[in-house]
């Protein structure tokens, strides 16, 4: 049996002024997706080590329906509503895979 997973990569770099309500904003999306989304499979983010306010983020979906589910949700629409300030100090980059994994 074959798993189709939707990985992003995502890296965005955020205006000094707004990094504590980006943090508070981006902490409350992970919390959500990894407690309410049973199709999120994984959602992590860090810092860049020698760009500060620059983050790396990383998530994975049971399929298309798992990103829409994830798009859909309240805590998503938290961060739209953030992103509508324009926060960021060049445009997001956002690369999308399908993993293909084979299931016992």
Known sequence: MTVEIVALNVILRIKPT????FLEVIL??????QELEPLA???TFGEDASEPNTFHFHE?????????????????AVWEDFVKTDPF???????KYVIHEKKP
């Open 18 to 21: 707004v990094r504590e309500r």
């Open 28 to 33: 409350n999306n992970q919390k959500g997706t």
């Open 41 to 43: 499979l994984e959602y």
């Open 60 to 76: 994975k979906y049971k399929g298309e329906e798992g990103v829409a589910a994830h798009n859909a949700s309240p805590h998503f």
């Open 89 to 95: 100090t060049s445009p997001p980059e956002v690369y």
